[in-house]
Structure formats: structure tokens, C-alpha cells
DNA sequence: ACTATGTCCTGCGAGC
DNA sequence: TGCTCGCAGGACATAG
């Protein structure tokens, strides 16, 4: 569910409220494995850790907990939270109710609970060393790094932009609003855009991935951060959710397709 | 190697 | 009111 803004907002809330916090034990939910690791490696890699910090890497949370003195080595850790398209991280008092769908609960040294909850069980957990996004970030990547990914593809731009392997973090709402903002429709093939039009892509995708994080992101049905808050990107979609709505530059009928299994909006005049 | 398709899940709103 | 259908912010495995 989340893209990058809003698990970017989701990290942030969490560093600043849970960094220095240490996680005294740790419970995972029943049958419903929502996990990668198995779920006793995530117990005892977590438990008596102390939360150093907390940052997003694409789509992903990174906890970076503080080594194990074990000997003289250090023994490093992440824990690495995918939230997949419903999943969400709340911290709450230890007595508040535990919500349906509550996969994980990590009672912390200060008395709340870090609680994963994730309807659909798309999410995934994980625990590893030394966690590395295989995709390029948005909002890192300079001009010519983002050209050269999309070099000899013949996959619609709108599916390369999807693609994690190449870009890390964009999901489809910022994909269908960085092209509308770009001029450039989805079914393109990614190979056939001009070096003006990467240019115009490029910085549209930059620009919306940042308009989006200053508003927390965009919440459609369920997404709230860490305290529950609602993002306001969404007041400012100007295709995706707008299927036959007329466009907000031209007044066209907004279209929506269907591109890899993933819906698509576009405006049939501005977009070319 | 690259691309298109199906699958994993639950919940919600639309339409009958 | 209650049912069924289609759809949903993601990522993988598989087949061609």
C-alpha cells in the first residue's frame, strides 16, 4: 500500500519517537506467518536490542538496532518491515486494545508497544546484517543514472517505473502522477521517450515525491502513520482515483487502463 | 535477459 | 438488507 512518501513519513514519525528505545520482548501473531525470517530468529534478533534509529529505504522500514556485545565483536542487526499494500506500524499504549490483523508486538523498555498490523498479509519481516535496495532511489539518481535504467526497454514506461529492480520506492499512484505531470502516457515504451521528455519525467517524479512527503502522503482507505495521522497527498491527485472525471488542465475525461495487472489513469490529451 | 500474467490475502463499495 | 463482483497503495514465481 505504501509508496515512498508515505513509508518515508511512517520512518520519520518512528525515528523521532522510538529511537533510543529498547525493545524488551517481543510477541508474533499465530498461523499467518506475514514473515521472511522465521519468526524465532525475529524474536531473538530483536529481543534486548536498542533502537538506534529508524530510515526508509524504498518501499522498506529500516530499523538499525545496536550490536550484541558478544566476545569482542559486535554482533550488527536490521530489522527490515515491508509493509506490503495494507500494512501499518503503530505505537501504543501498552493497555490500548490490540487491533484485528495484529501480526507482531514489540513491548518497548518506555512502557508502549510497537504493534504491526496488516489486513491482506501482504507485509513482510525480516532481520538481516546489512540491508541493500536493489532499485536506485527517485530522489537520488541524477539525470543521466536515470535515463541509462530505462536504456533498450521495451516494457511501457509506466512498468519500469513500477519495477523495483531499477527504481526503488515508486508505487502506482506516484508512477500515474509523475507521467500526468511529465506529458507522457503510460503505454509508452520506455526506450521511445526523448531525452526531453526523461528530462520532464525525471523532475516531475522528484518534484511529486517530495510534495507528497511535505504532506505525509496520501492516504486512500486505510494509511496512517505511526501516530495514526492522515496524509493530505491525495487532495492533490490530479489522475489517479479520477477515472472519467474531467482534467484539472484541459477538462479531457480522465481515462483508466490497465497496464501489468495495475490500473492506470491518464489524461488522453495532455498526456502524450 | 526481458516481459506479461497469475497468485498471494482480506475488506470495501457498487450494483442488483 | 444481503448477496456477488470487482477492485485495492505490492512483489514474487512462472511461462513464453
Not at 81 to 102: F, Q, R
Not at 163 to 175: E, F, P, T
Amino acid at each position: 500500500m505504501p509508496e515512498l512518501p508515505e513509508v518515508e513519513t511512517i520512518a520519520r514519525g518512528l525515528a523521532k519517537r522510538i529511537s533510543g528505545d529498547s525493545i524488551e520482548s517481543v510477541w508474533l501473531g499465530p498461523k499467518p506467518e506475514p514473515l521472511k525470517s522465521s519468526a524465532a530468529e525475529i524474536a531473538a534478533a530483536l529481543e534486548g536490542r536498542r533502537i538506534l534509529n529508524v530510515r526508509r529505504v524504498g518501499k522498506h522500514i529500516v530499523f538499525d538496532l545496536e550490536g550484541n556485545q558478544n566476545g569482542a565483536a559486535k554482533i550488527r542487526a536490521q530489522w527490515i518491515v515491508h509493509l506490503g499494500m495494507t500494512g501499518s506500524l503503530l505505537i501504543c499504549p501498552a493497555e490500548s486494545e490490540l487491533e484485528k490483523h495484529t501480526h507482531a508486538v514489540l513491548q518497548l523498555a518506555s512502557g508502549r508497544e510497537l504493534r504491526f498490523i496488516d489486513p491482506r498479509r501482504f507485509g513482510r519481516l525480516s532481520v538481516i546484517d546489512k540491508f541493500e535496495a536493489p532499485g536506485a532511489e527517485p530522489l537520488q539518481i541524477d539525470f543521466e543514472g536515470f535515463t541509462a535504467l530505462f536504456r533498450g526497454r521495451k516494457t511501457p514506461i509506466k512498468s519500469a517505473l513500477l519495477n523495483q529492480k531499477l527504481l526503488s520506492g515508486v508505487g502506482n499512484i506516484y508512477a500515474d502522477e509523475a507521467l500526468f505531470r511529465a506529458g507522457i502516457r503510460p503505454r509508452r515504451r520506455a526506450a521511445s521517450l526523448t531525452r526531453d521528455e526523461f528530462k520532464r519525467l525525471h523532475s516531475s517524479l522528484k518534484r511529486v515525491l517530495k510534495e507528497a512527503i511535505r504532506l505525509g502522503g496520501s492516504s486512500i482507505s486505510d494509511y496512517v502513520d505511526s501516530n495514526g495521522e492522515e496524509g493530505f497527498f491525495q487532495l492533490k491527485h490530479r489522475v489517479y482515483g479520477r477515472d472519467s472525471e474531467p482534467c484539472l488542465v484541459c477538462k479531457t475525461r480522465i481515462k483508466r487502463i490497465v497496464i501489468a495487472g495495475r490500473s492506470s489513469h491518464y489524461c488522453p490529451s495532455c498526456q502524450k
